[in-house]
């Protein structure tokens, strides 16, 4: 069934088209997304749609009683009160018609004449099912997982992301609009929202630059760009196919038209005798074709960023030694130890407040662990990339962000003026020259990522980059990082980037641990489900121990000297075979290189640095020999 329909809707800001005559339906039980560049009008088209904003022209019509409830973008911040209080204010008209019913009922005795209001205000929670809304605000809390007595002002991201959308589910909405629902959500929560979403009844119009979510979610595409709204039906990557094809499309077209209008040009510009004879018909449609050029938007350009590489760091860039870090009342950091090797991705993933960031701060010196040693390699130049955008000036604009008021910076040993490079992150002079409060999401980590790269840097630490950038910027991001000559500390909750980019994965698991594992999101998913396939059923557990507990208890002192491997050493020794195979490669590599007849008649810097790091495998992959037979011998003890 339709729920609401736009028909020949318009709307601008300023010359540039957010929609252009725009038709289109939303029908029950569909979960459309709205995909496009960052300011192409998503977020504007979602206003259209929950009523916040007004069209130019068109119109928009509902279809009987339909609720909309609208997730904004960013998460409430700077709000007073309890959980309860916030997500109860989505139905504070419920609520108030409530308390005016009960006011009236202790009234009405006394005043007859109160009785003919107190019908109306009946009816009207009766159509809101309003009777129930004290036990409705109780279950969705519940099902978020969240506690109603919390202070909102305490809430991290991620909390915050989940109590507003409590907040939009009390209305029981026939459409929920969501700009963004996975950022600032970790992976676990992300998981969650897709199985909230896919039972949900309603249905959803969404915003992600999630790709994982996207496919898992969406039973229909719709294209914003330049203006015109695209539908297409079926999964995301028939939409990434069908697009590529119709701006490829639209390419030859355009192509055409260039050349038919560069025909007519030289033609109006012959000679005296050519312009006395010329046909007026074919004046007049060489003055519609420029008409239509004029009018033509041609496709936004493709970013081009590039990152100003830094000395070469240490070999060795972070090395940790059985670190521990708590806070009152919890372990953060359990006898965590590691070793980071120049040009490695380390990606860190887990729930919000498990502290990840806590990690990052123990790795650059900015905390000192409560046991252990951390030590930092030489010759860092860190680039920081901040998920609340802190290294933003709001107030200044784009282009002194960047050059700190200066017209030319310094780039790759050479010159550049500051607009040309920030035309390479998509930002026209004219953009270039606005306060950055006016951006949206999107540009300001563009922004960020200007500011970053400007710098020479061998360390990266990319705290949540991925946030409402759009998919071709997400892109070529992962081709930077995976391209960058230096090292990348990664914390993201986007499970596509993650497998795109990183080398391994260090996992948060809860109470301090946490689990090393090559590879990429996949990887460690994999990792997750052999462990689980280890653990014996209480089926299995039973069968092998029958015995009542009294006998296990009698028998519990000898049994109390055997050796077992701890939760910490079985995934250990899960991930020491995959790293015997790479170090095996390594060393491969580095003896062909080694036997290479022209090695050693080059400069001997470099063959020191050669010979070094063929020591440096053998000593690893001895010491990973040596610690797999240990831990193996144990496990058959």
Known sequence: ???????DAQLAFGTAPILNKVNVQINEG????????NGAGKSSLLKVISGDLGLDDGKIQFVNEVTVARLEQDP????????YDFVSAGVSHVIELVTEFNDLSMKVAESPNLMSRMEKVQIQIDQLDGWSVDSRISQTLTRLG?????????????????????????????????????NHLDIDAIAWLESFLVEFKGAIVFISHDRAFIRAISTRILDLDRGDLTSFDGTYDYYLTEKQRLLEVEEQQNALFDKKLAQEEVWIRQGIKARRTR????????????????????????????????????????ETKDISYSIPGRTLIRDFSSLVMRGDCVALVGPNGVGKSTLIKLLLGDLQPDEGIVHIGENLQVAYFDQHRLALDLEKSVQDNVADGKQEISFNGSTRHVLGYLQDFLFPPVRSRTPVKALSGGEKNRLLLAKLFVKPSNLLILD???????VETLEL??????????????????????DNTATSIWAFEGNGLINKVVGGYQDYVAYL????GNKPSKDEVKKADPKPKSAEAKDSKPNSSKKKLSYKESRELESLPKLIETLELELETAQELVNDPEFFKQDPEETKKALNQLAEIESKLDIAFERWTELEEKQKN
């Open 1 to 7: 069934m339709e729920l609401v329909r736009l028909s």
């Open 30 to 37: 569909e979960r459309v997304c709205i995909v496009g560049r």
């Open 76 to 83: 409430p911040r700077g709000q007073q009160g309890t959980v």
């Open 146 to 182: 969240l506690t109603p007595e919390q202070e909102v002002a305490k809430l991290s991201g991620g909390w915050l992301r989940k109590v507003a959308l409590a907040k939009a589910l009390v209305q029981q909405p026939n459409i929920l609009l969501l700009d963004e629902p996975t």
């Open 279 to 318: 046909n007026e018909g074919r004046v007049r449609a060489l003055k519609e074709l420029r008409k239509t050029r004029k009018q033509r938007i041609d496709a936004p350009g493709t970013a081009n960023m590039t990152v100003q590489q830094g000395e070469k760091s240490a070999k060795k860039v972070f």
């Open 464 to 470: 949540e980059p991925t946030n409402d950038l759009d």
């Open 477 to 498: 991001l992962e081709e930077l990082v995976s391209s960058y000559q230096g090292t990348v500390i990664l914390v993201s909750h986007d499970r596509e980037f993650i």
């Open 529 to 532: 489900g052999r462990v689980e």
